[in-house]
């Protein structure tokens, strides 16, 4: 059995976004720049997909500028955000330990240019308190940052609560929507959000291609410089293809949105359940307030890179954590901020199930997990310390 359950690392790409994407690679190939009918079929394209993302978030067409996803618009959206901030006199930014680290390396780059951030607790469940953040707020306060849905442990934090203090006190508000897009629900007006930023491959899209939401009025800096192409915030000849092909995936995703969010619960939760029954486990995030799809896993006395290969060996394609993180030996900054310890850390397991998922895989994984990790415990000296008393379990 093959069971692909890493669907928030990427996700397959819909026939129906396939299907969009082909007449702008075979006949309508034009330049949008051009004058001419091939390239100007390809503009109004553009133009109607940015239509389309614009209405799925309750925003204005004019608000959407397309990127190659969510690591440029993220960087787009605090590094313009910071350059306003610098201009008015004020150098500070609040955001957390768990955010994505096309955040966290760009903030830190500002921190670097004389910026200071807060960076806010999440506490065991991973979630940020609206409380805490207020209290964080100063007057030289430019930029909140606070992310969706967690891309680890699938947190979904209380955006519409943080985005009305911000606005309250007249600070920008950017969150990293690239898990949440397609999957939530999601209203920049009434979550009172100024720059938003999402990703085409999260909600079987193509790969390379996102968009970033700036409210109308807040004034964007450029990253890539050279033509006037996205109003001139964005240089470059657009990814026609993709950007047809992300807007048919968006539209389908947010149709039937409702339908696959109940499916994904149940088998999230019995997921959940089964896992629950391997001794000295535990759930990582929120159990209730989390998105439909992600589970995430510690198991005491195992390394995780080793549960990954055994259970790919069995079909089973899963992560760690996140994909853009795959190659570091170190635990995961997400877990190690929810208050997991290194050794407890290092043995996780993220499952993010598709539409596609059935019953029978979910049971398939559950059996496959526990005999792997009994596998692993087996021939494992820190296993065999902790069951002696030698060391103490925590969980």
């Given at each position: 059995?093959?069971?692909?359950?890493?669907?928030?690392?990427?996700?397959?790409?819909?026939?129906?976004?396939?299907?969009?994407?082909?007449?702008?690679?075979?006949?309508?190939?034009g330049n949008p720049s051009s004058l001419y009918t091939a390239g100007q079929k390809a503009k109004?394209?553009?133009?109607?997909?940015?239509?389309?993302?614009?209405?799925?978030?309750g925003a204005d067409p004019r608000e959407i500028v397309f990127t190659s996803g969510g690591s440029e618009s993220d960087n787009q959206a605090i590094l313009s955000a910071a350059a306003l901030g610098r201009a008015a006199g004020k150098r500070h930014i609040v955001s957390d330990g768990i955010e994505h680290h096309a955040v966290l390396h760009t903030l830190k780059k500002l921190e670097r240019e004389g910026f200071e951030v807060t960076y806010l607790p999440v506490h065991e469940n991973g979630i940020v308190r609206p409380e805490e953040l207020e209290n964080a707020l100063r007057e030289d306060t430019c930029l909140v940052s606070v992310m969706y849905a967690n891309n680890e442990i699938g947190t979904v934090q209380p955006i519409c609560e943080i985005g009305a203090r911000c606005r309250q006190r007249g600070i920008l508000f950017h969150t990293d929507a690239v898990q949440a897009v397609g999957h939530i629900p999601i209203n920049v007006a009434k979550d009172h959000v100024d720059l938003l930023s999402a990703s085409a491959h999260k909600f079987h899209g193509p790969k390379g291609v996102g968009f970033l939401y700036a409210r109308r009025g807040v004034k964007l800096s450029n990253l890539i410089e050279g033509g006037a192409q996205e109003r001139g915030k964005r240089a470059g000849t657009e990814n026609v293809p993709g950007i047809v092909a992300m807007s048919a995936a968006m539209r389908e995703a947010v149709e039937k949105m409702d339908e696959n969010a109940?499916?994904?619960?149940?088998?999230?939760d019995y997921l959940i359940a089964g896992l629950s029954e391997i001794p000295h486990s535990a759930l990582n995030g929120d159990a209730a307030r989390r998105l439909p799809s992600n589970v995430n896993f510690c198991f005491e006395g195992i390394e995780g890179e080793s549960l990954l290969l055994l259970l790919d060996d069995l079909g089973i394609a899963a992560s760690s954590g996140s994909a853009c993180t795959s190659g570091s030996l170190d635990p995961s900054h997400v877990l190690l901020?929810?208050?997991?310890?290194?050794?407890?850390?290092?043995?996780?397991?993220?499952?993010?199930?598709?539409?596609?998922?059935?019953?029978?895989?979910?049971?398939?994984?559950?059996?496959?997990?526990?005999?792997?990790?009994?596998?692993?415990?087996?021939?494992?000296?820190?296993w065999r310390d902790l069951t002696a008393g030698k060391t103490k379990f925590y969980l």
């Open positions: 059995m093959k069971i692909y359950a890493d669907n928030a690392a990427t996700t397959k790409m819909s026939k129906t976004a396939i299907a969009a994407m082909m007449p702008y690679m075979e006949e309508y190939f109004e394209a553009i133009e109607s997909a940015r239509a389309t993302v614009a209405e799925l978030i109940q499916k994904l619960i149940t088998l999230r901020a929810i208050g997991r310890v290194h050794d407890v850390a290092h043995g996780s397991l993220r499952l993010s199930l598709g539409e596609d998922t059935t019953r029978e895989e979910v049971d398939y994984i559950v059996e496959s997990v526990k005999n792997v990790v009994e596998k692993l415990r087996s021939f494992s000296p820190v």
